[in-house]
C-alpha cells in the first residue's frame, strides 16, 4: 500500500475536507463544483524526411464532441438557465455522517441530485439532449517543429473533446510516423547515403553529385577508393529539435563498388590482363582496415 492509499483511507474516517464533526469540528478546505473534462484523442502524422528538416503546419479535419450550437453547451433550451441544485446549495458537494470507532464523523462526497455540478438542468435541450456537446467536426492546425523522429508525441491543448456542459475540453495527441525515403536512412540527425561507384571509378577516382535534403552537392571520389569508406559532408544533415540537441547532423555518404556481373569477350581479356598484376592485390594494411570496417558493423 502507497501513501496515497493510506490518506485516501485516512480521509474517509475523517472527512474529506468536512472537519471532525463529532469532536467539534476542524476547519476544512472548500470543494468547488465539479467540471467536466473532455476526452483526449490521439492521431498519427505521416512526415517526409524534407518535412521533418525544415517543420511543417498540418491541418486536420477532426471528428469529435464539439460544442453544441443551439444551447451553447448550457444543456438548456432556449431562454433557460441551469438551476442551483437544492440538495447542495450549488456546492456540488454534501456532508454525510458515519458512525465509527471515534464517534460521529462526517466526510464530504459529490452530491448525488447534481454530480457534483452545483447546478441542475431542468429543461435540456433537445439537440444535445442535456449534454452540452453533439458530434461534430473541426479543423485543427498543428505546427509541428523541425527534427521531430518516428514514435515522438505532441501534444495539442485543448483541441481534443469538448466537455460537457462548458467543461475543459482534451487534448489531441498526435504522434510522428516517418515516411520512408528513397535515398537516404536517417541515424538521429544524420542521414546516410550509399553512393555505388564503378570499379574505374572507384579505381581512378571522380566527383560525383549526390542528393541532398534541399538540394544536390558533389562529392571528390579519390582514386583508389575502397567499398565501406565513409564520407562526412558536414552540416547537410537533420537539424537537433529544440531542447534535445543543436545544430545540423551530416550526410554520411557510404562507398559501394559495383562489381560487373556481365563482361563480353574482350572486356574479360582486359580484366585477366590484371589479374597477375601486384597493384591488383589488397595490401596487408588495406585488408587489415577493410576488416575493421567490417568488425565495427556487426559491433554497433
Do not use: W
Not at 2 to 30: A, M, P, V
Not at 59 to 65: A, C, N, R, S
Not at 111 to 137: L, R, Y
Not at 197 to 222: F, H, M, Y
Amino acid at each position: 500500500m502507497d501513501l496515497n492509499d493510506i490518506f485516501s483511507r485516512f480521509s474517509d474516517i475523517f472527512g474529506g475536507g468536512g472537519g471532525f464533526g463529532g469532536f467539534g469540528g476542524f476547519g476544512g478546505g472548500s470543494s468547488q463544483p465539479r467540471k467536466f473534462q473532455g476526452a483526449d484523442m490521439r492521431m498519427k502524422v505521416k512526415l517526409s524526411l524534407e518535412e521533418i528538416a525544415t517543420g511543417v503546419t498540418k491541418k486536420f479535419k477532426v471528428k469529435k464532441d464539439v460544442t453544441c450550437p443551439e444551447c451553447h453547451g448550457s444543456g438548456c433550451e432556449k431562454g433557460q438557465q441551469p438551476e442551483t441544485c437544492s440538495a447542495c446549495h450549488g456546492q456540488g458537494y454534501v456532508m454525510r455522517t458515519k458512525r465509527t470507532m471515534f464517534g460521529m464523523m462526517q466526510s464530504q462526497e459529490p452530491c448525488p441530485t447534481c454530480h457534483g455540478e452545483g447546478v441542475v438542468i431542468k429543461h435540456a435541450c433537445k439537440h444535445c439532449h442535456g449534454e452540452g456537446i453533439v458530434n461534430g467536426e473541426e479543423i485543427v492546425e498543428v505546427n509541428i517543429p523541425a527534427g521531430v523522429a518516428e514514435g515522438m508525441m505532441l501534444n495539442v491543448q485543448g483541441k481534443g473533446n469538448a466537455g460537457r456542459h462548458n467543461g475543459v475540453p482534451g487534448d489531441i495527441q498526435v504522434v510522428i510516423e516517418e515516411l520512408p525515403n528513397e535515398d537516404f536512412i536517417r541515424d538521429e540527425t544524420d542521414l546516410i547515403y550509399n553512393l555505388l561507384l564503378t570499379v574505374p571509378q572507384a579505381t581512378l577516382g571522380c566527383s560525383v553529385e549526390i542528393p541532398t535534403i534541399n538540394g544536390r552537392a558533389r562529392v571528390k571520389i579519390e582514386p583508389g577508393t575502397q567499398p565501406g569508406t565513409a564520407l562526412r559532408l558536414r552540416g547537410k544533415g537533420l537539424p537537433a529539435l529544440r531542447g534535445y540537441g543543436y545544430g545540423n547532423g551530416d550526410i554520411v555518404v557510404n562507398i559501394s563498388v559495383y562489381i560487373p556481373e556481365h563482361l563480353d569477350k574482350k572486356e574479360k581479356e582486359h580484366i585477366e590482363a590484371l589479374s597477375d598484376s601486384e597493384h591488383v592485390k589488397a595490401s596487408k594494411d588495406v585488408k587489415s582496415k577493410i576488416f575493421r570496417s567490417f568488425r565495427n558493423y556487426f559491433n554497433k
